[in-house]
């Protein structure tokens, strides 16, 4: 997503700085919900789009 692009960017409604930052801290093997259930969503949502287009 953060080397081929995303139409979430083109469109602002995710930001690619913020998102490459959240990928930074996550840790391996550790899950915390409040944090890493957002870049999920942020991997759905760009699924969703990219099979729609």
């Given amino acids: ?3 081929t692009g995303s ?3 083109d469109t ?3 930001d690619p700085d ?3 930052h959240g990928l930074q ?3 391996p093997g550790r899950y915390e919900e409040r944090r890493d ?3 999920i969503e942020a ?3 760009h699924q969703a789009a990219t099979a729609f287009l």
């Fill in 25 to 27: 801290a996550l840790e």
């Fill in 1 to 3: 997503m953060l080397r």
């Fill in 43 to 45: 991997i759905h949502l």
């Fill in 37 to 39: 259930s957002q870049l």
């Fill in 7 to 9: 139409p979430l960017f």
């Fill in 18 to 20: 913020g998102l490459a």
């Fill in 12 to 14: 602002g409604l995710i």
